[in-house]
């Protein structure tokens, strides 16, 4: 394997969105609702809302109306890319007699309510028939199309832990319906077969006259054994195998992991002959949201999780790193780099990161406070440097660095509670207002921009 000498010339730098945490606007131009706009109106069986603060898509940064805005921030943080999501509601009229089509990405409540959504098999066609609308729309202008977002969190928290839509869970206070021990894994299997059919399609019949690539994007942490006995070597892999294998497996390698197998038996489906000929190298590159890391040991009974308990406080009491305002991220950009080399070395496709983002305690404070979030900075300034580290020390090809996210937005079960942006939004008066990160990550994407001699200490040594 040759080693890089500096990151590619054609980089791309720049941030991430999704549709419905930013666009609002929803019934404009007929767009029906997603399984999104369905959970965040409804209540769990408990009464409880699926929000914590009670809140909706509804509105959010009303970049429906204010997208302009918003690709002007973009372009004054010196961004080259953007990521941002297709609203499926809004691009198939899902209306009786339909008449006009538009964008989105949220599963139709329409087919949810029709044959359950993902559950049912029938979805790879009506997947494939949305991605040749899309490929026949837009495909003269994409040049990286990306099929799912993190098929792990679809499958796992719809349909395990029920905290995003459609919110089944085995847990009778949080869903009347719902199967914790088998949904999940039938779900991603049809996430899966979805991906890999609407690539086929695009190979066999986009590719050649558009000329762009296409592929998934998964999410992963690092997981890392709490000590060096077997029994927790043997929890890290379970974890990795449960979260990234379960998905980069059969789409890079044609099958499910052997630990996988080994723990939900025949709850978990199988790939037919035919199947496995169109999932097996079903992605032109690897695409990778990537936050935290966590110590493993064995145990628990999450098989979401491969029945491992995670946590950050090592042996000796020490953190990894320091704490978002979210549980699940600590700042350890060690392990950011491990998990790269990894992906790179397991997988061999060209990475591309299509988010990486911290939420800082500041976020809470008051506007004046909240725009100085050096905490998010400093995780910024880690993973950056993570990134040239195994880019030019191990040798990844990684082709992209987007950060969640260009503005503050809905952060799904957590409503507006969590803020993820650059961009501080104000959403009394949907003034934006950026934070000192996207300052310092204008300044990251100079030197990535200089591309003839990065060292990984210039991005240490950027201030913010
Ligand atoms: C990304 O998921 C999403 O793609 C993006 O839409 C989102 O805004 C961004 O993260 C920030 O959250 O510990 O039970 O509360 C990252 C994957 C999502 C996996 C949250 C862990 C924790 C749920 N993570 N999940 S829980």
Known sequence: MSTNTKLP???????????????????????????????????????????KDGSSGDVSTDSFNRWAQDIALLKSYGANSYRFSLAWTRVVDFRPNAQKTLYHWDLPQALQDRYGGWLDRRIVDDFVHYARICFEAFGDLVAHWITLNEPWCVATHGYAHGISA?????????????????????????????HAYAVQLYKQ??????????????????????DESPDCVEAAKRALDTCLGWFADPIYKGYYPSRMKAMLGDRLPEFSPDDVEVVKGSSDFFGLNAYSASLCQLGGDDETNGKVKMG????????L?????????????????????FVWKTYGKP??????????????????QALHDTDRINYFRGYTRALTEAVLEDGADIRSYLAWSLIDNFEWADGYTTRFGVTYVDYETQKRYPKDSANFISQVRFFFSMNSSIHTSDIAALVA
């Open 9 to 51: 010339s054609g980089f791309f730098f720049g941030f991430a969105t999704a549709a419905y945490q930013i666009e609002g606007s929803p019934t404009a131009l007929g767009k029906t609702p997603s399984i999104w706009d369905t959970f965040t109106h409804e209540r769990a069986p408990n009464g409880k809302h699926h929000i």
């Open 205 to 226: 019949q986009f590719a050649a006259s558009q000329g762009g690539s296409i592929g998934i994007t998964l999410n992963s942490g690092w997981y890392i054994p709490w």
């Open 321 to 341: 790193g320091n704490q978002a305002s979210v549980p699940w991220i600590q700042d350890y950009p060690e392990g950011f780099r491990s998990l790269l080399t």
């Open 351 to 368: 990475i591309y990161i299509t988010e990486n983002g911290f939420a800082a305690k500041s976020d809470a404070l008051p506007l004046e």
């Open 166 to 194: 459609p919110g089944r869970s085995s847990d009778r206070e949080k869903s009347t319906e719902g199967n914790t021990s088998t949904e999940p894994w039938i779900v991603g299997h049809n996430l899966i077969l979805s």
């Open 312 to 319: 950050y406080v090592r042996p000796d009491g020490t953190e």
